[in-house]
C-alpha cells in the first residue's frame, strides 16, 4: 500500500475518533511514532492500529462514558524528536500513550510520561532496557531483543555453523541491541562470526558496507536494523553475492520491505510475533479493516490495536481513569484482546502469548515459516 493510501486511511479513522463534541467529557490520549524516515512503515501500521481500536471504543460510547480523542506525534525514531514529543504530549494533558515503536525513541521518552503521571504502552520496543528501565508506567505488547536475539543465535548456529557469517547493526538502542544479543548466542554455541560491524542508517549508497561483506566472502548476513536500511543493503549487497542469505529481526514486518529490496528481499527469514490476523480473537477486528477500509493489518497493526484494548480494559476493571488505579489494574489483570487473552508482569512486559515466530518473504509479502 502506497504512504498515500495510507495517509488517507489515517485521515479517514482520525475524522471518526476526532469528531468528539463538546457536549461529551473527553479522554486525551497520544500516539507516538516514527512517520517519517526509515521506520516510517512500522510507525504507519501503529498509528493505524491504535485509531482504528479508538473509533471502535468511541462507537460504543467511549470509556466510562467519555469520548477518547487523540494526538498523534512524529519522533522520526530519533531520541531528542522523541523527548520533544514527549513533552508536547505531556502538555496538552494525556492520560495515554500508544507507543513508541523504537527502542530509543521509547527510552527518550519514558520518564516524561513517568514524570507526568501517564500511562505508556509499546506495541514495537523490543530491547530490554524499555521496561528493565523503565518505570511501572510502562508496558509493552511485544517480545523482548533478549529473546529475540537467543532465538536468531540458535537459528544461525543450528543452520550456518560452517558458513561465513556477517553480524551488522545500525548503531541505534535497537538494531545494536539485537545484534549484539545474537552474536553472543551464536557465539556460546561456538561459532564465531567472520565480522561484526555498525553502520550508519539513512543511507542511499552502502558501498563501503558491501565491499567488506565480499571481501569476507560472507554468505549469510544477519542485521540488527530498520526495514528501509535492510532493503537498500540487500538489494545492493546481491548485486556481488547474489547466494545471501539475509536474516533479520522484527523490524522486516512491513509490506514495504519487499519493495524497497525488490527481489533481493524474497527469501529473506525474520523474527516477530505471531501473526495476529490469524487468531481467531481477531477475526471481526481483521475483517473490518479490509472490508471497511481496504486495508491489510500487517505488522503491528493489530498490536498496536490489542495495547488499546488491554489499557481500556484496565480502565473499566478500575472504574478510574487515575494512573496508579489504571497501572495497578494493567499488572494484576488479564485482558480479552485481539492478541488473545494477555496480561503484564511487574516490568510490563506482556504475557499469555509467544514472543517471536520465523517468517520468510515470498515475491510481495511474508509467510510464517512451515
Same mark, same amino acid.
Given at each position: 500500500?502506497?504512504?498515500?493510501?495510507?495517509?488517507?486511511?489515517?485521515?479517514?479513522?482520525?475524522?471518526?475518533?476526532?469528531?468528539?463534541?463538546?457536549?461529551?467529557?473527553?479522554?486525551?490520549?497520544?500516539?507516538?511514532?516514527?512517520? %517519517?524516515?526509515?521506520?516510517?512503515?512500522?510507525?504507519?501500521?501503529?498509528?493505524?492500529?491504535?485509531?482504528?481500536?479508538?473509533?471502535? $471504543?468511541?462507537? +460504543?460510547?467511549?470509556?466510562?462514558?467519555?469520548?477518547?480523542?487523540?494526538?498523534?506525534?512524529? #519522533?522520526?525514531?530519533?531520541?531528542?524528536?522523541?523527548?520533544?514529543?514527549?513533552?508536547? $504530549?505531556?502538555?496538552? /494533558?494525556?492520560?495515554? !500513550?500508544?507507543?513508541?515503536?523504537?527502542?530509543?525513541?521509547?527510552?527518550?521518552?519514558?520518564?516524561? @510520561?513517568?514524570?507526568?503521571?501517564?500511562?505508556?504502552?509499546?506495541?514495537?520496543?523490543?530491547?530490554?532496557?524499555?521496561?528493565?528501565?523503565?518505570?511501572?508506567?510502562?508496558?509493552?505488547?511485544?517480545?523482548?531483543?533478549?529473546?529475540?536475539?537467543?532465538?536468531?543465535?540458535?537459528?544461525?548456529?543450528?543452520? @550456518?555453523?560452517? *558458513?561465513?557469517?556477517?553480524?551488522?547493526?545500525? /548503531?541505534?538502542?535497537?538494531?545494536?541491541?539485537?545484534?549484539?544479543?545474537?552474536?553472543?548466542?551464536?557465539?556460546?554455541?561456538?561459532?564465531?562470526?567472520?565480522?561484526?560491524?555498525? @553502520?550508519?542508517?539513512?543511507?542511499?549508497?552502502?558501498? %563501503?558496507?558491501?565491499?567488506?561483506? !565480499?571481501?569476507? +566472502?560472507?554468505?549469510?548476513?544477519?542485521?540488527?536494523?530498520?526495514?528501509?536500511?535492510?532493503?537498500?543493503?540487500?538489494?545492493?549487497? +546481491?548485486?556481488? $553475492?547474489?547466494?545471501?542469505?539475509?536474516?533479520?529481526?522484527? %523490524?522486516?514486518?512491513?509490506?514495504?520491505?519487499?519493495?524497497?529490496?525488490?527481489?533481493?528481499?524474497?527469501?529473506?527469514?525474520?523474527?516477530?510475533?505471531?501473526?495476529?490476523?490469524?487468531?481467531?480473537?481477531?477475526?471481526?477486528?481483521?475483517?473490518?479493516?479490509?472490508?471497511?477500509?481496504? @486495508?491489510?493489518?500487517?505488522?503491528?497493526?493489530?498490536?498496536?490495536?490489542?495495547?488499546?484494548?488491554?489499557?481500556?480494559?484496565?480502565?473499566?476493571?478500575?472504574? *478510574?481513569? =487515575?494512573?496508579?488505579?489504571?497501572?495497578?489494574?494493567?499488572?494484576?489483570?488479564?485482558?480479552?484482546? !485481539?492478541?488473545? +487473552?494477555?496480561?503484564?508482569? #511487574? =516490568? /510490563?512486559?506482556?504475557?499469555?502469548?509467544?514472543?517471536?515466530?520465523?517468517?520468510?518473504?515470498?515475491?510481495?509479502?511474508?509467510?510464517?515459516?512451515?
Amino acid at each position: 500500500m502506497t504512504v498515500g493510501i495510507i495517509g488517507g486511511l489515517i485521515g479517514a479513522v482520525a475524522s471518526i475518533v476526532w469528531a468528539a463534541t463538546a457536549a461529551h467529557a473527553e479522554i486525551k490520549i497520544g500516539i507516538a511514532g516514527p512517520l %517519517s524516515g526509515s521506520a516510517l512503515p512500522s510507525g504507519e501500521q501503529q498509528e493505524i492500529g491504535a485509531l482504528k481500536a479508538i473509533s471502535h $471504543l468511541n462507537g +460504543k460510547g467511549g470509556l466510562l462514558g467519555q469520548e477518547i480523542v487523540v494526538t498523534s506525534v512524529d #519522533d522520526a525514531c530519533e531520541p531528542k524528536q522523541a523527548g520533544a514529543a514527549a513533552r508536547q $504530549l505531556a502538555s496538552e /494533558g494525556v492520560i495515554l !500513550v500508544i507507543g513508541h515503536v523504537c527502542s530509543s525513541a521509547s527510552l527518550a521518552a519514558s520518564k516524561t @510520561y513517568e514524570e507526568a503521571g501517564i500511562i505508556m504502552i509499546s506495541p514495537a520496543s523490543t530491547n530490554p532496557k524499555v521496561t528493565d528501565e523503565g518505570g511501572r508506567n510502562v508496558f509493552r505488547v511485544i517480545g523482548r531483543d533478549d529473546q529475540q536475539g537467543t532465538i536468531a543465535g540458535n537459528y544461525l548456529a543450528d543452520e @550456518y555453523a560452517n *558458513s561465513k557469517i556477517a553480524i551488522l547493526h545500525d /548503531g541505534q538502542i535497537y538494531g545494536q541491541g539485537l545484534a549484539e544479543f545474537t552474536k553472543r548466542q551464536l557465539n556460546q554455541r561456538g561459532v564465531t562470526e567472520v565480522i561484526f560491524d555498525s @553502520y550508519t542508517p539513512e543511507q542511499m549508497d552502502y558501498k %563501503s558496507v558491501i565491499d567488506n561483506l !565480499v571481501d569476507a +566472502k560472507v554468505e549469510v548476513l544477519y542485521v540488527g536494523g530498520y526495514q528501509g536500511d535492510i532493503g537498500i543493503i540487500i538489494r545492493q549487497a +546481491k548485486k556481488i $553475492l547474489p547466494n545471501l542469505k539475509l536474516i533479520s529481526g522484527d %523490524s522486516l514486518v512491513s509490506e514495504d520491505f519487499p519493495i524497497i529490496a525488490g527481489e533481493a528481499g524474497v527469501g529473506a527469514y525474520f523474527t516477530f510475533g505471531p501473526d495476529i490476523r490469524l487468531n481467531p480473537e481477531a477475526a471481526t477486528v481483521t475483517a473490518a479493516f479490509r472490508n471497511e477500509d481496504d @486495508y491489510e493489518p500487517a505488522g503491528y497493526t493489530l498490536y498496536s490495536y490489542g495495547a488499546v484494548q488491554a489499557w481500556a480494559q484496565a480502565v473499566q476493571q478500575a472504574g *478510574s481513569l =487515575k494512573p496508579d488505579a489504571v497501572i495497578n489494574a494493567l499488572i494484576a489483570g488479564s485482558f480479552d484482546t !485481539v492478541l488473545g +487473552k494477555i496480561g503484564f508482569d #511487574d =516490568k /510490563g512486559d506482556v504475557t499469555g502469548m509467544s514472543p517471536f515466530v520465523w517468517y520468510v518473504f515470498e515475491e510481495e509479502s511474508y509467510v510464517p515459516v512451515e
